[in-house]
């Protein structure tokens, strides 16, 4: 599978979403992180790069998104990343980018 692999899902995160599952992948600098799944408004994915020594990285190029959309979402729904207004905007984790179901 293109050098995904399977890994556990944090149980925090299990608790806010049971239906997650997570994937990682190793790359040249570093690997990647996948966690996506059901949630109660519709698919959600996260895509997250992190260096070797375990420090966020660098942002996931538009290709490494694309591949983990069409590997780890349904064909049928249509997912998107969102802007929200300047004063709702969170970024709690740097280089991950998140994809909605719209």
């Known amino acids: 599978m293109s050098g995904w692999r399977a890994i556990p899902v944090p149980s925090p ?5 049971p239906m ?10 570093g690997h990647l ?3 996506a799944g ?10 997250s790069h992190r260096r070797d020594d ?3 990285g660098r942002y996931p190029t538009w290709d490494e998104i694309k591949d983990a959309r069409y590997r780890f979402c349904p064909a049928s729904v249509t997912m998107a990343m969102l802007l929200p207004p300047q004063e ?5 984790h740097p280089t991950t980018f998140h994809l909605w179901e719209v």
């Open 13 to 17: 995160l299990l608790t806010q979403a």
């Open 38 to 47: 059901r949630e109660p408004d519709g698919f959600h994915l996260s895509i």
């Open 88 to 92: 709702e905007y969170v970024n709690t």
């Open 33 to 35: 992180t996948v966690f």
């Open 20 to 29: 997650m599952k997570a994937w990682q992948r190793n790359v040249r600098d």
């Open 54 to 56: 375990r420090k966020p």
